[in-house]
C-alpha cells in the first residue's frame, strides 16, 4: 500500500492542480466531460496497427498464452477509450481473455458520480464494447470497488461505498467471472479460478479487499480496506492451488501487490499470509490457514508463471519467494505512473486526443523459449521477463544473454528483498532507490554476486525496452 504521503500528494495535485498543470496534463475534469465516441479515434489507427503487428508476430514465435491486463481505469479520472480499444485488439488479435486489475470508479468524487459509474459509464464504455468483441472479460475487485472519497471530505477519509454483495454483483458481472468457479456460498464473493484447458492454464483471480463492507467505511488511506478474510484464504487454497490439474501453469491475479520492490511499503497481515500460501505452493510446502493445514508438497499443477498487480499505478517487478511479480500502470489519467515506473524514464504525460491518454498491456507465455513477454499500449515501453531464476553462488559471476532486444544500450540491477520509495528522491530512477546488496552487473551484461537472496537485472535498449533477468544468489 501506498504511503499516506505520498498517495495525498500524487491524487491531491492531480485534482487540485487541474489549472496549473492543464497544458501539460489531463485533468479530471475534462476526462469527466468526455463522451464515448462511436468507433476508435483516428489518431490511433497507425499506432494500433503497429501494436497489432507486434502481438500478433510473437504468437507466431511461440507464444501460446496470452490475454489483455489493464488496471486501475477510474473511470471519471479516465478517458473511457480502453473498452473501445481492446474490443479492435481482440477482434484483431485472436486473444479473447481481457483481465482488469481493478479499481473502476474514480478514486475522488461523490456518490451521486458513483451511481452514474456503477449503472452507467462503467457498462457503456467498458462492458458493452468488449462483451459486442466477443471477449472473455475477468475483473479483480480493487480498493476503490466500489468505493469513492467525496472530494468536499478528502481530509476526512470518509467512505462512501457500496454494499459487499451489491459490489460482488458488478464485479461478477463479467462474461469471465460468470464463467469462473467460485465460492457460491458466499455472495459477497469476488474471488475465483478458471482454466484454460488450451493453453493448459489455470487463472487465480484473489480479493485483497475482501472485508466486511456497509455504505461506509475507511478508504484505503486508512488502511482498512485492504485484507483477506480467512474463508477466502481457504478457498483458494483448497479449490483453487489445492486442485490445480496436471501439466497447467498457474496464472495469479489481484489488485494488491504482496512483495518487496513491488509494493512500496509493508503490507497488511492477510496479505502476508496470503503471499506465504503461494510460496508455499511454489516450492511444494504446507500452509496453514487458521488452523487448518494445506499440502502441496505432492501437488501435480505446475508453478505459478506470474502473480499480476496494479494500485499502484507503475510498472514494477520482482522476484521474491520463488515468484514473479508484476505490477501494472494504470489506465486512468493520473499522471502519477511517470514519476514512480522505474528504468522508463520520463514517460509521456496522459494528454487527452494522443495515444497516451489510456495505458493497458498484451501479456503472452513463451513456453518454448521460457519468456513472459508484455506489449505496451499506452505510455511506456515492451518488456520481456525470463521465468526461470539463474542461481549464482555469491563470488561468482553469471553472463546474462539477451533473446528479446537486438542490442542492450545498458544493464542496471536490483535487490528484490528491498526498496526505498521517496517523493521526493532525485536519483536515477526518480521516486525509486534501489540496492544492490546482492550483486552488480557490467555494461556487458555480466552479473557478479555478492551477499545471498532475490535479485533481478534488466537489459535496456534505446527506446528503454525492458529484458529482466531472475537471479538467486545462493
Keep these: 500500500m501506498e504511503s499516506k504521503r505520498a498517495a495525498d500528494v500524487s491524487r491531491r495535485e492531480f485534482i487540485k492542480g487541474?489549472?496549473?498543470?492543464?497544458?501539460?496534463?489531463?485533468?479530471?475534469?475534462?476526462?469527466?466531460?468526455?463522451?464515448?465516441?462511436?468507433?476508435?479515434?483516428?489518431?490511433?489507427?497507425?499506432?494500433?496497427?503497429?501494436?497489432?503487428?507486434?502481438?500478433?508476430?510473437?504468437?507466431?514465435?511461440?507464444?501460446?498464452?496470452?490475454?489483455?491486463?489493464?488496471?486501475?481505469?477510474?473511470?471519471?479520472?479516465?478517458?473511457?477509450?480502453?473498452?473501445?480499444?481492446?474490443?479492435?485488439?481482440?477482434?484483431?488479435?485472436?486473444?479473447?481473455?481481457?483481465i482488469c486489475g481493478g479499481d473502476l470508479p474514480v478514486a475522488f468524487g461523490t456518490p451521486a458520480e458513483l451511481d452514474e459509474i456503477a449503472t452507467d459509464l462503467w457498462p457503456r464504455c467498458w462492458k458493452k464494447p468488449l462483451d459486442e468483441a466477443g471477449a472473455q472479460l475477468f475483473q479483480v475487485k480493487g480498493n476503490h470497488d466500489f468505493h469513492i472519497t467525496e472530494n468536499a471530505k478528502r481530509k476526512e477519509h470518509v467512505g462512501l461505498q457500496y454494499s459487499a454483495e451489491e459490489t460482488a454483483k458488478i464485479i461478477m458481472s463479467a462474461s469471465g467471472n460468470a464463467a469462473a468457479v467460485t465460492d457460491r456460498g458466499n455472495p459477497a464473493a469476488c474471488y475465483c479460478r478458471y482454466d484454460d484447458a488450451a493453453e493448459k492454464v489455470?487463472?487465480?483471480?484473489?480479493?485483497?479487499?475482501?472485508?466486511?463492507?456497509?455504505?461506509?467505511?475507511?478508504?484505503?488511506?486508512?488502511?482498512g480496506h485492504v485484507q483477506m478474510s480467512d474463508r477466502q484464504l481457504k478457498w483458494l487454497a483448497g479449490k483453487a492451488l489445492g486442485t490445480v490439474p496436471a501439466g497447467y501453469a498457474v496464472i495469479v491475479v489481484q489488485h494488491v501487490p504482496l512483495a518487496p520492490a513491488v509494493a512500496t511499503a509493508g503490507i497488511p497481515p492477510?496479505?502476508?499470509?496470503?503471499?506465504?500460501?503461494?510460496?508455499?505452493?511454489?516450492?511444494?510446502?504446507?500452509?496453514v490457514l487458521a488452523g487448518e493445514t494445506f499440502d502441496f508438497a505432492s501437488r501435480v499443477g505446475g508453478d505459478i508463471v506470474v502473480n499480476l498487480t496494479g494500485h499502484h499505478h507503475s510498472d514494477r517487478q520482482s522476484n521474491f519467494g520463488g515468484i514473479l511479480h508484476l505490477s501494472e500502470?494504470?489506465?486512468?489519467?493520473?499522471?502519477?505512473?511517470?514519476?514512480?515506473?522505474?528504468?522508463?524514464?520520463?514517460?509521456?504525460?496522459?494528454?487527452?486526443?494522443?495515444?497516451?491518454?489510456?495505458?493497458?498491456?498484451?501479456?503472452?507465455?513463451?513456453?518454448?523459449?521460457?519468456?513472459?513477454?508484455?506489449?505496451?499500449?499506452?505510455?511506456?515501453?515492451?518488456?520481456?521477463?525470463?521465468?526461470k531464476p539463474i542461481r549464482v553462488k555469491a563470488g561468482g559471476t553469471a553472463k546474462l544473454a539477451c533473446t528479446v532486444l537486438k542490442e542492450a544500450t545498458d544493464w542496471k540491477a536490483f535487490d528484490c528483498d528491498r526498496a526505498k520509495a521517496d517523493s521526493k528522491a532525485?536519483?536515477?530512477?526518480?521516486y525509486w532507490?534501489?540496492?544492490?546488496?546482492?550483486?552488480?552487473?557490467s555494461t556487458a551484461g555480466v552479473f557478479t554476486a555478492a551477499k545471498p537472496g532475490p535479485a533481478m537485472a534488466v537489459a535496456l535498449d534505446q527506446s528503454l525496452n525492458k529484458e529482466f533477468f531472475r537471479l538467486e544468489v545462493v
Design 18 to 98: 487541474f489549472a496549473a498543470f492543464a497544458a501539460a496534463m489531463s485533468g479530471y475534469e475534462a476526462f469527466a466531460k468526455f463522451d464515448l465516441p462511436p468507433a476508435v479515434p483516428a489518431y490511433y489507427d497507425a499506432y494500433l496497427a503497429e501494436r497489432i503487428a507486434t502481438i500478433n508476430r510473437r504468437r507466431m514465435e511461440g507464444c501460446a498464452a496470452g490475454f489483455f491486463f489493464v488496471t486501475d481505469l477510474h473511470i471519471l479520472s479516465n478517458r473511457k477509450l480502453s473498452g473501445l480499444l481492446l474490443a479492435r485488439l481482440v477482434k484483431e488479435t485472436g486473444l479473447r481473455r481481457v
Design 426 to 430: 532525485q536519483t536515477p530512477e526518480t
Design 202 to 223: 489455470r487463472y487465480v483471480f484473489a480479493d485483497t479487499s475482501d472485508a466486511p463492507c456497509a455504505r461506509q467505511a475507511l478508504c484505503d488511506v486508512k488502511g
Design 329 to 387: 500502470s494504470c489506465d486512468a489519467g493520473y499522471n502519477d505512473y511517470w514519476r514512480r515506473t522505474p528504468f522508463s524514464g520520463m514517460l509521456p504525460r496522459k494528454a487527452a486526443k494522443t495515444v497516451h491518454e489510456q495505458t493497458f498491456d498484451c501479456v503472452q507465455v513463451d513456453v518454448r523459449r521460457g519468456l513472459l513477454q508484455v506489449t505496451r499500449i499506452g505510455g511506456g515501453q515492451d518488456r520481456a521477463y525470463h521465468l
Design 270 to 287: 492477510s496479505l502476508k499470509v496470503f503471499r506465504d500460501l503461494l510460496e508455499a505452493y511454489q516450492a511444494k510446502k504446507s500452509a
Design 433 to 441: 532507490t534501489f540496492f544492490n546488496d546482492h550483486g552488480t552487473v
